[in-house]
Nanobody, 126 residues
Framework: QVQLVESGGGLVQAGGSLRLACAAS????????MGWFRQNPGKEREFVAA???????YYTDSVKGRFTISRDNAKNTVYLQMNTLKPEDTAVYYC????????????????????WGQGTQVTVSS
């Protein structure tokens, strides 16, 4: 069992920045691929970014060049640095984890992950 706790959400003006963090309870955090998703009311949860065990990163097109996912295995934490925020980035952001034996695996759908955090609200005002 892995518990994930997100933090760092809040209210920011368009063009501003936020850094989300997701702390994992598991000491085998380094064996997990990690992902960030976001969701608005009435909409499906959508993929934002993923990072493999070996540090490979992947992004949805709408955040490329603005968001950066990273991980610190010593702190059992994954981060999402969000720059040049836009009102359309407003959502509840969730981190997700999946243990994998592959150093190169990453997932881009909700079904790919089996552990989820409770979410943190990000609101970008225009």
């Amino acid at each position: 069992q892995v518990q994930l706790v997100e933090s760092g959400g809040g209210l920011v003006q368009a063009g501003g920045s936020l850094r989300l963090a997701c702390a994992a309870s598991r000491r085998t955090f380094s064996n997990n691929a990690m992902g960030w998703f976001r969701q608005n009311p009435g909409k499906e949860r959508e993929f934002v970014a993923a990072i493999t065990r070996s540090g490979g990163t992947y992004y949805t097109d709408s955040v490329k060049g603005r968001f950066t996912i990273s991980r610190d295995n010593a702190k059992n934490t994954v981060y999402l640095q969000m720059n040049t925020l836009k009102p359309e980035d407003t959502a509840v952001y969730y981190c997700a984890a999946r243990a994998t034996s592959s150093s190169a695996w990453y997932g881009t759908t909700v079904r790919d992950y089996n552990y989820w955090g409770q979410g943190t609200q990000v609101t970008v005002s225009s």
